[in-house]
Protein backbone atom coordinates (compact mmCIF):
# COMPACT_ATOMS: atom_id res chain seq x y z
CA UNK A 1 0.00 0.00 0.00
CA UNK A 2 1.26 3.30 -1.22
CA UNK A 3 1.62 6.31 1.80
CA UNK A 4 1.68 9.89 1.34
CA UNK A 5 3.34 12.30 3.38
CA UNK A 6 1.06 15.48 4.75
CA UNK A 7 1.10 17.33 0.98
CA UNK A 8 0.13 14.08 -1.01
CA UNK A 9 3.56 12.81 -1.89
CA UNK A 10 4.11 9.20 -2.26
CA UNK A 11 5.99 7.67 0.06
CA UNK A 12 7.74 3.92 -0.12
CA UNK A 13 8.01 3.18 3.92
CA UNK A 14 5.36 1.48 5.56
CA UNK A 15 5.17 3.28 8.68
CA UNK A 16 3.10 6.24 8.90
CA UNK A 17 4.21 7.46 12.48
CA UNK A 18 7.89 7.76 10.94
CA UNK A 19 6.35 9.41 7.52
CA UNK A 20 4.12 12.10 10.32
CA UNK A 21 7.86 12.53 12.37
CA UNK A 22 9.36 13.09 8.88
CA UNK A 23 7.10 16.16 8.07
CA UNK A 24 7.81 17.80 11.26
CA UNK A 25 11.25 17.61 10.65
CA UNK A 26 11.08 18.43 7.09
CA UNK A 27 9.01 21.72 8.47
CA UNK A 28 11.71 22.49 10.86
CA UNK A 29 14.28 22.62 7.36
CA UNK A 30 11.48 24.69 5.74
CA UNK A 31 11.63 27.56 8.42
CA UNK A 32 14.87 27.24 9.14
CA UNK A 33 14.23 26.05 12.85
CA UNK A 34 16.60 24.16 14.66
CA UNK A 35 17.19 21.35 14.78
CA UNK A 36 16.09 18.77 12.09
CA UNK A 37 19.42 17.03 12.08
CA UNK A 38 19.08 16.03 15.83
CA UNK A 39 15.42 15.44 14.85
CA UNK A 40 16.03 13.24 12.10
CA UNK A 41 18.83 11.62 13.71
CA UNK A 42 15.87 10.43 16.05
CA UNK A 43 13.94 8.90 12.92
CA UNK A 44 16.61 7.06 11.86
CA UNK A 45 17.51 5.09 15.05
CA UNK A 46 14.07 4.39 14.91
CA UNK A 47 13.74 3.64 11.36
CA UNK A 48 16.77 2.73 9.79
CA UNK A 49 15.55 1.36 6.55
CA UNK A 50 13.49 4.63 5.91
CA UNK A 51 15.16 5.64 3.12
CA UNK A 52 13.65 9.63 2.86
CA UNK A 53 14.85 10.77 6.59
CA UNK A 54 18.39 9.23 4.77
CA UNK A 55 18.13 11.56 1.87
CA UNK A 56 16.74 14.33 3.84
CA UNK A 57 20.11 14.30 6.17
CA UNK A 58 22.59 13.87 3.31
CA UNK A 59 20.71 16.96 1.32
CA UNK A 60 20.21 19.10 4.45
CA UNK A 61 24.08 18.42 5.24
CA UNK A 62 25.50 18.54 1.93
CA UNK A 63 23.30 22.19 0.70
CA UNK A 64 25.32 23.97 3.97
CA UNK A 65 28.54 24.02 1.32
CA UNK A 66 30.58 23.17 4.61
CA UNK A 67 33.29 21.03 3.87
CA UNK A 68 33.69 19.75 7.67
CA UNK A 69 29.95 17.85 7.15
CA UNK A 70 31.16 15.95 3.83
CA UNK A 71 31.69 12.84 5.76
CA UNK A 72 28.54 12.93 7.42
CA UNK A 73 27.27 13.32 3.89
CA UNK A 74 28.83 10.42 2.46
CA UNK A 75 27.55 8.08 5.62
CA UNK A 76 24.15 9.62 4.56
CA UNK A 77 23.84 8.73 0.86
CA UNK A 78 25.55 5.64 1.21
CA UNK A 79 22.49 4.66 3.92
CA UNK A 80 20.06 6.05 1.49
CA UNK A 81 21.35 3.78 -1.68
CA UNK A 82 21.55 1.03 -0.02
CA UNK A 83 17.92 1.14 0.54
CA UNK A 84 17.42 2.62 -3.00
CA UNK A 85 15.69 -1.20 -4.00
CA UNK A 86 12.92 0.11 -1.85
CA UNK A 87 12.11 3.68 -3.10
CA UNK A 88 9.74 4.76 -5.20
CA UNK A 89 10.38 7.03 -8.05
CA UNK A 90 10.40 10.40 -6.55
CA UNK A 91 12.67 8.77 -3.54
CA UNK A 92 15.19 7.41 -6.25
CA UNK A 93 15.78 10.94 -7.42
CA UNK A 94 15.83 13.07 -4.54
CA UNK A 95 19.20 10.46 -3.84
CA UNK A 96 20.26 10.40 -7.11
CA UNK A 97 20.11 14.40 -6.39
CA UNK A 98 22.20 14.21 -3.52
CA UNK A 99 24.49 12.23 -4.87
CA UNK A 100 25.38 14.62 -7.87
CA UNK A 101 25.91 17.12 -5.31
CA UNK A 102 28.21 15.26 -3.54
CA UNK A 103 30.47 14.11 -6.39
CA UNK A 104 30.94 17.99 -7.04
CA UNK A 105 28.34 18.27 -9.97
CA UNK A 106 26.31 21.37 -8.03
CA UNK A 107 24.14 22.00 -11.47
CA UNK A 108 23.06 18.61 -12.51
CA UNK A 109 22.05 18.32 -8.56
CA UNK A 110 19.74 21.17 -8.48
CA UNK A 111 18.03 20.23 -11.63
CA UNK A 112 16.91 16.82 -10.46
CA UNK A 113 15.80 18.66 -7.21
CA UNK A 114 13.90 20.22 -9.58
CA UNK A 115 13.13 17.81 -11.81
CA UNK A 116 11.47 16.15 -8.78
CA UNK A 117 9.49 19.58 -8.16
CA UNK A 118 7.85 19.46 -11.44
CA UNK A 119 6.50 15.90 -11.53
CA UNK A 120 5.75 16.64 -7.27
CA UNK A 121 5.25 20.16 -7.59
CA UNK A 122 3.90 19.72 -3.22
CA UNK A 123 7.55 18.27 -3.08
CA UNK A 124 8.44 21.47 -0.50
CA UNK A 125 11.76 19.69 0.22
CA UNK A 126 12.92 18.72 -3.63
CA UNK A 127 11.65 22.46 -3.91
CA UNK A 128 13.72 24.36 -1.24
CA UNK A 129 16.93 21.93 -2.43
CA UNK A 130 16.67 23.54 -5.63
CA UNK A 131 15.67 27.03 -4.50
CA UNK A 132 19.41 26.53 -2.47
CA UNK A 133 21.16 25.05 -5.48
CA UNK A 134 20.01 28.00 -7.43
CA UNK A 135 21.13 30.28 -4.64
CA UNK A 136 24.73 28.81 -4.13
CA UNK A 137 25.07 28.58 -8.55
CA UNK A 138 24.16 32.29 -8.60
CA UNK A 139 20.97 31.45 -10.81
CA UNK A 140 18.97 34.58 -9.84
CA UNK A 141 16.09 33.95 -12.06
CA UNK A 142 15.59 30.47 -11.62
CA UNK A 143 15.15 31.65 -7.57
CA UNK A 144 11.82 32.99 -8.80
CA UNK A 145 11.09 30.95 -11.76
CA UNK A 146 11.52 27.60 -10.06
CA UNK A 147 9.08 28.44 -7.45
CA UNK A 148 6.59 29.84 -10.47
CA UNK A 149 6.59 26.59 -11.95
CA UNK A 150 4.44 25.37 -8.87
CA UNK A 151 2.53 27.84 -7.75
CA UNK A 152 -0.31 27.16 -9.09
CA UNK A 153 -0.51 23.94 -7.56
CA UNK A 154 -0.28 26.09 -3.72
CA UNK A 155 -2.97 27.51 -1.65
CA UNK A 156 -3.50 28.67 1.87
CA UNK A 157 -5.41 24.60 1.86
CA UNK A 158 -1.81 23.18 1.39
CA UNK A 159 0.15 22.80 4.66
CA UNK A 160 3.68 25.32 4.02
CA UNK A 161 1.80 27.33 1.61
CA UNK A 162 3.78 30.07 2.94
CA UNK A 163 7.22 28.35 2.86
CA UNK A 164 6.31 28.83 -1.34
CA UNK A 165 5.83 32.39 -0.75
CA UNK A 166 8.90 33.44 0.79
CA UNK A 167 11.15 31.23 -1.58
CA UNK A 168 9.33 32.74 -3.99
CA UNK A 169 9.79 36.07 -2.81
CA UNK A 170 13.21 35.90 -2.05
CA UNK A 171 13.44 34.49 -6.35
CA UNK A 172 11.23 38.26 -6.72
CA UNK A 173 13.68 39.96 -5.09
CA UNK A 174 17.07 38.41 -6.29
CA UNK A 175 15.73 39.25 -9.76
CA UNK A 176 14.56 42.72 -9.23
CA UNK A 177 11.37 42.74 -8.63
CA UNK A 178 11.34 44.71 -5.32
CA UNK A 179 7.68 45.50 -4.87
CA UNK A 180 5.80 42.25 -5.63
CA UNK A 181 8.82 40.16 -3.62
CA UNK A 182 7.84 42.53 -1.01
CA UNK A 183 4.10 43.00 -0.81
CA UNK A 184 4.56 38.54 -0.68
CA UNK A 185 7.61 38.30 1.90
CA UNK A 186 5.91 40.49 4.32
CA UNK A 187 2.40 38.42 3.97
CA UNK A 188 4.66 34.95 4.46
CA UNK A 189 6.45 36.59 7.16
CA UNK A 190 2.99 37.39 9.09
CA UNK A 191 1.44 34.24 8.32
CA UNK A 192 4.62 32.58 10.03
CA UNK A 193 6.95 34.66 12.07
CA UNK A 194 9.75 32.00 12.29
CA UNK A 195 9.68 31.66 8.55
CA UNK A 196 13.16 32.72 8.64
CA UNK A 197 13.53 32.96 4.92
CA UNK A 198 10.59 35.27 4.40
CA UNK A 199 11.82 37.84 7.01
CA UNK A 200 15.13 37.64 4.78
CA UNK A 201 13.52 38.14 1.57
CA UNK A 202 12.02 41.30 3.10
CA UNK A 203 15.04 42.15 4.35
CA UNK A 204 16.64 42.15 1.10
CA UNK A 205 14.38 44.10 -0.83
CA UNK A 206 15.22 46.92 1.97
CA UNK A 207 18.65 46.22 1.50
CA UNK A 208 18.32 46.45 -2.34
CA UNK A 209 16.31 50.04 -1.95
CA UNK A 210 18.55 51.23 1.24
CA UNK A 211 15.74 51.29 3.15
CA UNK A 212 18.25 51.20 6.11
CA UNK A 213 16.16 52.70 8.93
CA UNK A 214 12.95 50.05 7.65
CA UNK A 215 14.91 47.44 7.61
CA UNK A 216 16.53 47.96 11.22
CA UNK A 217 13.01 48.38 12.55
CA UNK A 218 11.67 45.33 10.96
CA UNK A 219 14.53 43.11 12.03
CA UNK A 220 14.29 44.02 15.18
CA UNK A 221 10.42 44.26 15.09
CA UNK A 222 10.31 40.23 14.39
CA UNK A 223 13.72 39.03 16.04
CA UNK A 224 11.42 37.66 18.77
CA UNK A 225 9.77 35.15 15.95
CA UNK A 226 12.78 33.82 14.07
CA UNK A 227 15.93 34.54 16.35
CA UNK A 228 15.44 32.16 19.62
CA UNK A 229 15.89 28.81 17.14
CA UNK A 230 16.85 30.32 13.77
CA UNK A 231 19.28 28.53 11.96
CA UNK A 232 20.52 30.98 10.05
CA UNK A 233 19.60 33.98 12.88
CA UNK A 234 23.82 34.87 12.39
CA UNK A 235 22.90 35.82 8.73
CA UNK A 236 19.77 38.12 10.03
CA UNK A 237 21.44 39.60 12.25
CA UNK A 238 24.25 40.62 9.51
CA UNK A 239 21.33 42.17 7.59
CA UNK A 240 20.55 44.33 10.44
CA UNK A 241 24.21 45.36 11.27
CA UNK A 242 24.27 46.49 6.99
CA UNK A 243 21.21 48.01 8.42
CA UNK A 244 23.36 49.68 10.63
CA UNK A 245 26.34 50.26 8.92
CA UNK A 246 23.94 52.12 6.47
CA UNK A 247 22.88 54.53 8.88
CA UNK A 248 26.25 55.49 9.52
CA UNK A 249 25.87 53.76 12.94
CA UNK A 250 29.10 51.42 12.86
CA UNK A 251 29.69 50.82 16.61
CA UNK A 252 25.99 49.15 16.42
CA UNK A 253 27.54 46.82 13.89
CA UNK A 254 30.04 45.98 15.64
CA UNK A 255 27.96 44.88 18.61
CA UNK A 256 25.93 42.75 16.60
CA UNK A 257 28.76 41.32 15.44
CA UNK A 258 29.97 40.30 19.13
CA UNK A 259 26.76 39.38 20.95
CA UNK A 260 25.20 37.45 17.68
CA UNK A 261 26.60 36.96 14.51
CA UNK A 262 29.52 35.24 16.35
CA UNK A 263 27.39 33.55 18.69
CA UNK A 264 27.84 30.00 17.23
CA UNK A 265 31.53 30.47 17.79
CA UNK A 266 31.66 30.57 13.87
CA UNK A 267 31.49 26.83 13.66
CA UNK A 268 30.13 26.52 10.40
CA UNK A 269 31.24 28.36 7.27
CA UNK A 270 27.84 29.75 7.00
CA UNK A 271 28.81 31.73 9.82
CA UNK A 272 31.92 32.87 8.49
CA UNK A 273 31.16 34.32 5.40
CA UNK A 274 28.85 36.91 7.39
CA UNK A 275 31.85 37.76 9.94
CA UNK A 276 34.44 38.26 6.94
CA UNK A 277 32.18 40.46 5.04
CA UNK A 278 30.74 42.31 7.98
CA UNK A 279 34.33 43.24 9.02
CA UNK A 280 35.14 43.86 5.56
CA UNK A 281 32.95 46.42 5.13
CA UNK A 282 33.44 48.33 8.16
CA UNK A 283 36.89 48.20 7.55
CA UNK A 284 36.99 49.41 4.06
CA UNK A 285 35.12 52.62 5.66
CA UNK A 286 38.15 53.09 8.27
CA UNK A 287 36.78 51.94 11.24
CA UNK A 288 38.95 50.16 13.99
CA UNK A 289 37.62 46.37 14.49
CA UNK A 290 40.12 45.68 17.17
CA UNK A 291 41.92 41.71 16.75
CA UNK A 292 38.49 40.55 15.28
CA UNK A 293 40.27 39.95 11.81
CA UNK A 294 42.73 38.03 14.03
CA UNK A 295 40.25 35.70 15.69
CA UNK A 296 38.00 35.33 12.41
CA UNK A 297 41.18 34.32 10.02
CA UNK A 298 42.13 31.59 12.78
CA UNK A 299 38.95 30.15 12.37
CA UNK A 300 39.25 30.05 8.38
CA UNK A 301 42.96 28.64 8.39
CA UNK A 302 41.46 25.34 9.58
CA UNK A 303 39.20 25.31 6.13
CA UNK A 304 42.62 26.89 3.88
CA UNK A 305 43.04 23.39 2.31
CA UNK A 306 39.21 22.68 1.93
CA UNK A 307 39.09 24.07 -1.81
CA UNK A 308 35.42 23.24 -1.63
CA UNK A 309 33.41 26.54 -2.01
CA UNK A 310 35.07 29.21 -3.93
CA UNK A 311 32.50 31.80 -2.69
CA UNK A 312 33.50 30.81 1.06
CA UNK A 313 37.38 31.19 0.05
CA UNK A 314 36.93 34.58 -1.63
CA UNK A 315 36.12 35.00 2.19
CA UNK A 316 38.23 33.54 4.01
CA UNK A 317 40.76 35.78 1.82
CA UNK A 318 38.80 38.60 3.56
CA UNK A 319 39.91 37.43 6.52
CA UNK A 320 43.44 36.71 5.97
CA UNK A 321 44.06 40.04 4.01
CA UNK A 322 42.08 41.84 7.03
CA UNK A 323 44.54 40.63 9.38
CA UNK A 324 47.40 41.12 7.31
CA UNK A 325 48.61 37.23 6.91
CA UNK A 326 50.13 36.94 3.72
CA UNK A 327 51.35 33.19 4.25
CA UNK A 328 47.79 32.44 4.26
CA UNK A 329 46.75 34.74 1.50
CA UNK A 330 49.17 32.49 -0.55
CA UNK A 331 47.87 29.33 0.40
CA UNK A 332 44.19 30.35 0.13
CA UNK A 333 45.62 30.70 -3.38
CA UNK A 334 47.41 28.25 -4.03
CA UNK A 335 44.40 25.91 -2.64
CA UNK A 336 42.04 27.83 -5.97
CA UNK A 337 44.63 27.41 -8.33
CA UNK A 338 44.62 23.51 -7.48
CA UNK A 339 40.74 23.51 -7.48
CA UNK A 340 40.42 25.82 -10.99
CA UNK A 341 42.25 22.95 -12.52
CA UNK A 342 39.94 20.34 -11.72
CA UNK A 343 36.27 19.85 -13.25
CA UNK A 344 32.83 20.29 -11.82
CA UNK A 345 30.92 22.81 -10.42
CA UNK A 346 33.46 24.07 -7.81
CA UNK A 347 36.42 23.68 -10.10
CA UNK A 348 34.19 26.80 -12.63
CA UNK A 349 33.75 28.60 -9.74
CA UNK A 350 37.42 28.69 -8.74
CA UNK A 351 38.84 29.20 -12.46
CA UNK A 352 36.29 32.20 -13.20
CA UNK A 353 36.18 33.74 -10.03
CA UNK A 354 37.42 32.49 -6.93
CA UNK A 355 41.31 33.00 -8.25
CA UNK A 356 40.58 35.99 -9.73
CA UNK A 357 39.39 37.60 -6.87
CA UNK A 358 41.74 37.01 -4.56
CA UNK A 359 44.41 37.85 -6.23
CA UNK A 360 42.64 41.35 -6.18
CA UNK A 361 41.86 41.22 -2.66
CA UNK A 362 45.84 40.05 -2.14
CA UNK A 363 46.60 43.19 -4.61
CA UNK A 364 44.19 45.38 -1.91
CA UNK A 365 45.71 44.33 0.70
CA UNK A 366 49.04 45.05 -0.16
CA UNK A 367 48.12 48.57 -1.59
CA UNK A 368 49.04 47.55 -5.29
CA UNK A 369 45.15 49.18 -6.09
CA UNK A 370 45.50 49.33 -9.49
CA UNK A 371 45.82 45.61 -9.62
CA UNK A 372 42.94 45.49 -7.51
CA UNK A 373 41.21 46.78 -9.79
CA UNK A 374 42.59 44.92 -13.00
CA UNK A 375 41.53 41.56 -11.00
CA UNK A 376 38.42 42.52 -9.66
CA UNK A 377 36.67 44.79 -11.98
CA UNK A 378 35.84 42.06 -14.68
CA UNK A 379 33.96 39.95 -12.11
CA UNK A 380 31.48 42.30 -11.94
CA UNK A 381 29.65 41.46 -14.32
CA UNK A 382 29.61 37.27 -13.66
CA UNK A 383 30.58 37.14 -9.99
CA UNK A 384 26.84 35.77 -9.77
CA UNK A 385 28.75 32.47 -11.08
CA UNK A 386 29.89 31.53 -7.30
CA UNK A 387 26.68 31.95 -6.53
CA UNK A 388 25.59 34.33 -3.21
CA UNK A 389 22.84 37.06 -3.34
CA UNK A 390 23.40 40.58 -4.56
CA UNK A 391 24.16 42.18 -1.18
CA UNK A 392 26.49 39.88 -0.32
CA UNK A 393 28.21 40.44 -4.00
CA UNK A 394 27.73 43.92 -3.47
CA UNK A 395 31.30 43.61 -1.57
CA UNK A 396 33.19 43.60 -4.99
CA UNK A 397 31.40 47.62 -5.37
CA UNK A 398 32.77 48.41 -2.38
CA UNK A 399 36.10 47.01 -2.64
CA UNK A 400 36.42 48.86 -6.32
CA UNK A 401 34.79 51.71 -5.13
CA UNK A 402 37.34 52.23 -2.52
CA UNK A 403 39.90 51.16 -4.81
CA UNK A 404 39.51 53.59 -7.21
CA UNK A 405 39.36 56.07 -4.53
CA UNK A 406 42.40 55.36 -3.04
CA UNK A 407 44.44 55.10 -6.40
CA UNK A 408 43.42 58.70 -7.36
CA UNK A 409 41.55 57.12 -10.31
CA UNK A 410 38.72 60.35 -10.72
CA UNK A 411 37.38 58.48 -13.81
CA UNK A 412 37.02 55.24 -12.53
CA UNK A 413 35.83 56.50 -8.75
CA UNK A 414 32.97 58.64 -10.16
CA UNK A 415 31.92 55.97 -12.66
CA UNK A 416 31.68 53.59 -9.26
CA UNK A 417 29.94 56.04 -7.37
CA UNK A 418 27.29 57.22 -10.13
CA UNK A 419 26.74 53.01 -10.17
CA UNK A 420 26.47 52.96 -6.33
CA UNK A 421 24.08 56.27 -6.20
CA UNK A 422 21.53 54.89 -9.18
CA UNK A 423 20.08 52.58 -6.63
CA UNK A 424 20.89 54.06 -3.21
CA UNK A 425 20.91 57.64 -3.57
CA UNK A 426 20.63 58.80 0.09
CA UNK A 427 22.93 56.11 1.25
CA UNK A 428 25.39 58.20 3.60
CA UNK A 429 28.14 55.71 2.72
CA UNK A 430 27.56 56.30 -0.96
CA UNK A 431 27.72 59.90 -0.45
CA UNK A 432 30.68 59.87 1.81
CA UNK A 433 32.49 58.06 -1.20
CA UNK A 434 31.23 60.55 -3.97
CA UNK A 435 32.41 63.16 -1.75
CA UNK A 436 35.78 62.13 -1.39
CA UNK A 437 35.91 60.86 -5.20
CA UNK A 438 35.21 64.82 -6.36
CA UNK A 439 38.34 66.40 -4.27
CA UNK A 440 40.07 63.82 -6.19
CA UNK A 441 42.30 65.66 -9.24
CA UNK A 442 40.08 65.54 -12.66
CA UNK A 443 40.88 62.81 -15.48
CA UNK A 444 42.67 64.52 -17.93
CA UNK A 445 40.43 65.44 -21.00
CA UNK A 446 40.73 63.79 -24.09
FE1 LIG B 1 20.94 37.52 2.79
Known amino acids: MTRFDKRGNPVSYGRSEAIDALDRVFDLLHAYQADPLAEVDRIIADHPDFVMAHAFRAGALATATDKAFESEVIKSVAAAEALLPRANDRERMHVSAVRAWLDGDWERATDLWGRVSMAYPRDLLALQFAHVGDFFLGHSHMLRDRIA???????????????????????????????????????????NRQDGWAVHAVAHVLEMQGRAAEGADFLAAGADGWAPNSLFAFHLWWH???????????????????????????????????????????????????????????????????????????????????????????????????????????????????????????????????QAIERLLPLRGK????????????????????????????????????????????????????????????????
Open 240 to 370: LALFHIDGDDAPAALKLFDEKISAGGFGQALELLDGSSLLWRLSLLGHDVGDRWTDLAAKWATRIDDAHYAFNDVNAMLAFVGAGDRAAQARQIATLERAAIESGTGAMMSREIGLPACEGLAAFGRGDYA
Open 383 to 446: ANRFGGSHAQRDMFSWTLTEAAIRLGDRALADAFVAERLSWKPKSPINRAWATRASRLNPAPAG
Open 149 to 191: RVLPHWDRSVPGHGFVEGMYAFGLEEAGDYEQAEARGREAAAL
